[in-house]
Each structure stands twice: as C-alpha cells, then as structure tokens.
C-alpha cells in the first residue's frame, strides 16, 4: 500500500453526516453542480428523513471513531414527511445530554436545518464545524472498562 | 469467488463500476487506484472504472459481469443518485439480479466536484466506496409497490401556462380540474396589449384559449377559488379546494352585465385590480370584457348590501327571474381526487416601491411597465390614449430597464423578458404618441427567435438607447413637471440627464408573495430565487422532487409566453405519460413491524404523520399500513425494541455505512 499511513502529520477529522434525502442531500448535490469547494472531511449517509437518525447511528459513529458528527434537515415546518425533523430535534437534545455525560464534546455533534437551495450553507456549516472539531483535537472515548472502572469506584 | 454461478438469488460478490464521467471525477479522483483498492475489499469480485458507466457500453460491463461472474451485488461510484440510481438498478435487473441489490456511489456532486486536493478526494472517495460494498451486502430483494393511477389531474394557476396544460390534457380526454385564485383565468398574459415579438394582440390569441377552457367538457373550471389541502401521493392525491363566495351563482349568471349597468352607483368609484389602479369599477364587476367566465363579481368592501344592508338591489330587481344574485352565498369546499397535479401559478412583478430612488408612488409620472401595458390597450383605463395621470399627452419618456433584476440589492437574476417587453413597449408608446423614447439598459438581451431583428427594427424606428443604469429620477428644478432620469452613458463615458415626462420601469418577475406558503403546501422545494424547484436543470425541468407534481410556467422562474406555452405542455405529456401508465411503481422503502419483538409500547402510533400505524388490540402488537406509509423511517428511529425495521434503509444497512466510512485502513 503506498498510503500506509505512519503516525499522521496533521490532524484530520472525520465527520459523519447524515443527510435527509429531500433538502440537504440535495443541498449537497447543488453544492456540486455549482462547484463550491468545502474541506473534504464528511462522509455523507442517505437517510429518508432526519427523523431516520437513530441516536444509536450516532453513538455508533463516535464508538467507531468519528470525530464529529453532522444531522442535516429540512428547515421546521418544510420536512417532506410533515414533522420528522422536530423528531429530530428532539432527540439531538437528548443526545447531547447524553454525549455530555460521556464526556464528549457539544460542537462535536451539530444538527443544521439545510434546505434544497442552500447549497453555500452546506459550504459554510461543512467548513465550520470541520474548524471547530479540528481545533478540539481527536475524540478519545473511554473504553468501557474505564467506564467500568469509574462506575466501580463511584 | 464464491458461488460464481448461482445468478439472481444475489449470493454471488459484488461488482464495484467506477465512473470517470469524462473528466468530471477522474480529473480530481484517481479512478485507477480507487477501483484496485475496491477490488481488494472483502466480498468484491471484480472492480472496473470506465468512462461513462451510464453509456450503453458501461451498462454492459454490468449485466455481463452479473451472468459471466455470477455477481450477487452492484455498486457503481458514479454521479448523484438523484441522477442514475434509477438507470443503474435497471441495469441490475436486466442482468438478472433484483433492482435493490444495488448501491450507488455520489462520487461526483459530493466528492471531485467539491474537493480540490486529489488526495483528500480520493481518501474520501474510498471511504464511500468501502462503505457502499458493505452496506450492499446485506441488501435484500425487494419488490416496488404498483399503485393505480388516477386519470383526473390538477392545474393550479389559470394564466397561459395553466390554461394551456389544461387544454392539452383535456384534449387527450383527460378530466382536468383547473383551480384559479382570481374571479378569472388569464393571468398576466390578459393585461397586455401586444406581446414581443411578432406583436400580435394578446387578447386575440388568448381569448380563444380562455373560452375554449369554459366550454370544453373534460374541464371542470373553479375561479376564485384556491387549494388549502393536499393529501395523497403520487397517483392518489386527496384535494381540498376552498372556492369563495363571489356572491353570484355561477350556473344562473349569463353574462348580461345588465347589473353593473343597474348599480346604485352610478359612477364606478372603486379602484379597478385588473387596470393596476388606473380605472375605477363598481362594486359588482366583471374583472375585463373578455373575463372567463362571463361572470360577474361582488366585492363585499364596497357594496353597499354589505356595508349597510339598505341598498335598493337595483341590481337583484334587474336580475330578475334570473336570480343569479345572492348575497348570502358561503364560502364552499370541494374535495377531489386527482393523480397528477400541475403547478402552473406564476410570478409578480418586482414592487418598484423597493426602489425609492425611481420615486414610484410619489412622482405621478413614473409607471411601472405593467402599468403602461395597461395605457396602451384600447380595452384599457383610458381607452388606449397614452394619457398622463395629469391628463397629457407625454412628449418625451424615459423607460429604465432591469429594476428589480440584475442588482444584488434586489435580485441577481435577470427576469429575461425586460429588455423583449421594454423594447415593445418603446415601440407602442412611440406609436401612439410619436413621443421621443429612451431606453436605458445595461445590456440588451434579446437571446430569441425573431428577438435581435425586433431590437434591430425599435431601433431603426428612431428609440434612443442610452447604455447605463439609472442611478436618480429627480424633478426638473424649474418646475417644468417633468423628471429627470440621471445615468452614467457608459459608452459615451459622461453622466447625461434626461428630462422625460414618462418615466416606465421595466420591473423584473419575481416568486409569488405566498409561493412558499404553495410550496409547503404541496411538499416541493423551492431555489434560493424563490420559485419553485425543478427535478434537474435540464433532463427534468417540469418534474419537482415529488413524484407526479409538475411545473409549467414562470412559477419555475422566469420566461416568456413561447417557453411558457413549451413548458406547459412538456408539463401535461409528462402527467399523460403518468396517466396512461396506468400504474406507478412507488420506493419500496416502507417500514414493517417485526411481530414477534414487538411489545406493544405503542410509541410509535402517535408518531406517523400519515397516521399509517395502528395498535391492533387483539395482538397487543403495532401494525403498520403499507399503502400509507411513506417511508420517512420516524417510527424505526423511535422504536425502543428495535422491532420496526424499514426497507432499504434498514438499521443493519445503515450501521455498515457508518463502520465503512469510518474503517480507515
Ligand atoms: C410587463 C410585462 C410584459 C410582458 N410582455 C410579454 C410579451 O410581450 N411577450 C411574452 O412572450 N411575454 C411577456 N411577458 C411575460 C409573460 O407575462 C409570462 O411569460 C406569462 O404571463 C407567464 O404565464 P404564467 O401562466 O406562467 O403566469 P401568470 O400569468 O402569472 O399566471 C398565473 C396564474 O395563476 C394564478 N394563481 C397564482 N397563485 C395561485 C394559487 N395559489 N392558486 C390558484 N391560482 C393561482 C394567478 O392568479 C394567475 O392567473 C411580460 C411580462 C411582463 C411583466
Ligand atoms: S425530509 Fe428532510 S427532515 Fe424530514
């Protein structure tokens, strides 16, 4: 392999984004067409409806080593399913809650209201929060038998 | 290989097809190396990058690739799903496998399109790869739901687009409901004299197409009337129409006028919609003399009856036996079935009040382009005499193009029929009152057929064209009345100032006040401008992103009466081709209830907007409609015991997606 990497230079997050498939997956797809440039760190999933993200696809990109991860919706009141997006909303709260707790940080999972046209905000949100999870560094999670160990100890 | 020959139950290894797509991904992604680390994935057979995989050619590789290797699965990284996914699963099903067993790559859109570093791009461009491959693994075989369609159609909007979807369908023998907002069809196209640029009478050639709307017997025609509901998808909308109360029954109204005539006012007082302002009309109306239908109005703002409830009714007692006039009419609801809808509402015009410099609405000179299209139509306010609103006769005139267009104050597109409609408008204007006529633009646009020859014509006819933008319209200083239009002649490199007694702003066409209101409420997407959103720029300019609503008209953007007239019938074949299918094959991507895990918590009920699952009490389980569902996968997200599973999406497919981009070698 010539890509093997060695202990890598600079710091490169990888953000997972899950994007409903009426307004920021096209949102995405016009960003395209119109050439925009953003830092190439998102990895994007389809999903129907931001109502789709099940916490756990969350929780799973963290365990699996993703540094960020992106949910992008239609704006409220536009979801093509009505209101799976306040279903979304809803459970990036918790989720945050719950990623606290866990010691992980708030900037690392964003939730943004994309619709069909604002190709530039996929742009702008993609580039930021590249930004901001860079300057937080890697995320370490504790590996359970810290966890363990800690909840021992309590 | 495994199981190399065992086709069509999807056991066999997954085929990955990398697309150059000319050099629109390989000029950033390297394609090459891309397809060898694809072909080196656990479970790929074989892995091939070829120049255009959607050409015939390329589909090839796939379907005998899928016969000779006997593949179980397909990816192909490649373009947008929105763009190929469709030509691709087609691809797999005539290789023999089940269209589902495939997974498309967006290696172009996102990736190569957006990424500038061809190593970052080709990193992520592996990571989608790698992820595809094991997501599509555990696809499964599934069958696309075959909905009947229902032959009535919708036409929203009853301006020359509508009108001319309408007629379409129903010469096709098609039942179309056509729903106008106004007491009449016609749209802007109705306020014109004559239109660019063959100048032949736009009432001439659209009355015959308004009538022709009334009598034919496929047209079910609602004026003043608007949709507040829409439910269904594709092939089965339910639509709820709210038709307002014009206080005339339609059925018994023939026309006559003899009301307007009878009315307790004598004089028309009362600010005419239809002539901007210019004309004044009574309380009970007929919007212009060609109205369709020939049906008459009553404003309850100004009818006495209404206010006061003493009026004479000279208009009920000249009415007579007819009994056409009722002033308690209600307002009605109408629900109908429809299995296409056509969006065909338009577009405004630009308010020249956003531009206080021009000094419309406080300068009685300055008129807006519609305004004067009004003035010079001999059915018009002042019978067709090009009069001031001081009653004279104007000498000189100014006519500002682009106000509203071209301005990143305002908008930054241009509006396309301007510069056509302001060159008209010169010619007309010059015409009628041999005044002296300036045009200032910034460029001419005249891009259409017969479109340069008619710039070529106004000017050999004496127009002056001044190349600058108006920067002020101020009074003459010595009180002569008359405006000055002041303006940077770019080609001549020095300010001029014009002294007019006209002033005409060529305002440009923007989306509805209330297009996102209209938007929402028949679930499409509007562009960053505000109309409504095109499926694709070029391949799908009528289709929207929801299946069977499409657009004719300037509510997609933009145009003149040829394209509007093109696209509304481009509209029309596409709801025939629906319709006469007979059948629509919907995405397979419901969700189903998995009956043993269930256990009856019912958080998932209240939770489907389309109030597709139900708790069937005798099993104490939650069962899910499949003809209701939509698929936005809400419930599956919800459900504590994992037991709602969604087709195509489903979480095990989805955690392969995460773990693939995530397993960075
Ligand atoms: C001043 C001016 C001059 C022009 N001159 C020319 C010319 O000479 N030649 C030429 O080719 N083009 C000309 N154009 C362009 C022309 O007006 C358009 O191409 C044409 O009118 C577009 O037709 P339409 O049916 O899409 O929209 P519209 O004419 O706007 O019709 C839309 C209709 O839908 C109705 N509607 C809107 N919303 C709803 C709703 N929610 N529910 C129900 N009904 C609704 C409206 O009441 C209206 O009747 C000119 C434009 C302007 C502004
Ligand atoms: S479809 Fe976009 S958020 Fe629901």
């Not at chain 1, 991860?69 to 809803?90: E, F, M, S, T």
């Not at chain 2, 696809?139 to 369609?149: A, D, K, T, W, Y």
């Not at chain 2, 096709?172 to 106004?182: I, M, P």
């Not at chain 2, 599973?645 to 773990?659: G, H, P, S, T, V």
Request: proline residues 5%; neutral net charge.
């Amino acid at each position: 392999m010539p890509d093997a990497t060695p202990a890598p230079r600079k710091f490169e997050p990888r953000i997972v984004a899950f994007f409903c498939n009426w307004c920021t997956y096209l949102a995405a797809d016009l960003a395209g067409t119109s050439r925009l440039k953003y830092a190439p760190n998102t990895r994007v999933i389809r999903v129907m409806c931001s109502g789709r993200v099940d916490p756990q696809f969350v929780l799973e990109a963290f365990a699996r080593g993703a540094d960020g991860v992106l949910i992008g919706g239609c704006h409220p009141g536009d979801c093509h399913y009505q209101v799976g997006n306040y279903k979304a909303l809803r459970r990036f709260r918790l989720l945050r809650r719950l990623l606290r707790e866990m010691g992980i940080e708030e900037e690392r999972l964003r939730l943004e209201w994309i619709s069909a046209s604002e190709a530039d905000k996929v742009k702008a949100v993609v580039n930021d929060m590249v930004e901001k999870v860079r300057a937080l560094g890697p995320l370490r999670l504790k590996v359970p038998e810290e966890v363990f160990a800690e909840e021992v100890a309590a | 290989m495994q199981e190399p020959k065992r086709n069509g139950n999807g056991a066999g290894g997954v085929g990955v097809y990398v697309c150059h797509c000319g050099t629109n991904i390989a000029g950033i992604i390297d394609v090459r190396e891309l397809a060898a680390y694809a072909a080196g994935l656990p479970g790929v057979t074989v892995a091939r990058e070829y120049k255009y995989v959607c050409s015939d050619p390329g589909q090839e590789f796939i379907k005998q690739d899928i016969r000779a290797l006997g593949l179980g699965r397909v990816v192909v990284a490649a373009c947008s799903p929105c763009l190929h996914e469709k030509t691709f699963r087609r691809a797999t099903e005539q290789g023999g496998l089940n269209p589902f067993y495939f997974q498309m790559v967006n290696l172009r859109e996102h990736d190569s399109w957006v990424h500038t570093d061809r190593e970052a791009a080709t990193e992520k461009a592996k990571d989608l790869v790698r992820a595809a491959v094991r997501r599509v693994r555990l696809h499964q075989p599934l069958e696309r739901r075959r909905v009947p369609i229902d032959p009535k159609v919708l036409v929203v909007g009853g301006g020359i687009a509508g009108i001319h979807a309408a007629l379409t369908l129903a010469n096709a023998g098609k039942k179309v409901y056509l729903v106008e907002r106004e007491p009449t069809i016609g749209g802007h196209m109705a306020q014109f004299d004559k239109t660019f640029p063959t100048l032949d009478c736009a009432a001439c050639i659209l009355t015959p197409k308004m009538t022709a709307v009334r009598s034919h017997p496929n047209i079910t025609l609602w004026t003043y009337s608007e949709v507040t509901k829409v439910d269904g998808y594709v092939g089965n909308f339910k639509v709820t129409v709210k038709r307002k109360p014009r206080y005339i029954v339609e059925e018994l109204c023939l026309g006559c006028l003899e009301c307007i005539e009878a009315c307790v006012y004598k004089q028309a007082k009362v600010p005419d919609e239809f002539n901007l302002g210019l004309g004044k009309r009574k309380p009970i109306y007929l919007p212009f003399p060609q109205a369709v239908p020939q049906v008459v109005v009553i404003d309850p703002e100004t009818c006495i009856e209404f206010k006061s409830g003493k009026c004479k009714k000279t208009c009920v007692e000249v009415c007579g036996d007819r009994l056409a006039i009722d002033f308690k009419q209600q307002e009605r609801i109408e629900e109908v079935e429809v299995g296409t809808i056509i969006l065909a509402t338009g577009f405004q015009p630009f308010d020249a009040r956003r531009i206080p410099y021009y000094g419309y609405g406080t300068y009685p000179g300055v008129y807006t382009a519609l305004e004067v299209e009004r003035l010079v139509n001999a059915a018009g306010p002042t019978g067709g005499e090009v009069l001031l609103r001081d009653g004279h006769k104007p000498r000189t005139i100014g006519i500002i193009h682009c106000v509203g267009s071209r301005d990143e104050h305002t908008h930054r597109y241009c509006s396309r029929v301007c510069c056509m409609y302001s060159l008209k408008l010169a010619h007309l204007l010059k015409e009628k009152t041999d005044a002296e006529v300036y045009n200032f633009y910034i460029d001419i646009r005249a891009p259409g057929k017969a479109f340069e020859e008619f710039y070529n014509r106004v000017a050999e006819e004496g127009t002056h064209f001044i190349r600058g933008k108006v920067a002020d319209v101020y009074p003459e200083p010595n009180g002569t009345g008359r405006l000055v239009l002041q303006a940077e002649d770019t080609l001549l490199g020095l300010v001029r100032r014009i002294p007019v007694d006209m002033v005409v702003l060529a305002t440009g066409l923007e989306a509805r006040a209330d297009a996102q209101e209209v938007r929402r409420l028949f679930n499409i997407t509007c562009s960053t401008e505000g109309f409504f959103l095109e499926r694709h720029p070029k391949l799908a300019p009528v289709n929207t992103f929801t299946d069977g609503i499409f657009l004719a008209g300037c509510c997609q953007g933009p145009k003149d009466i040829p394209d509007t007239v093109a696209q509304a019938g481009a509209a029309a074949a596409e709801a025939l081709a629906l319709v006469d299918a007979q059948f629509v094959e919907l995405e397979p991507n419901t969700a189903y209830v998995l009956e043993e895990e269930c256990s009856g918590c019912k958080t998932c009920v209240p939770l489907c907007p389309y109030s597709a699952i139900t708790f069937v009490e005798a099993k104490k389980k939650a069962e899910i409609n499949e003809v209701l569902c939509k698929g936005c996968g809400v419930c599956v997200a919800a459900c504590p015991s994992g037991s709602i599973r969604q087709n195509l999406f489903e979480d095990a497919q989805i955690f392969e997606e995460i773990e693939g981009v995530l397993a960075h070698a």
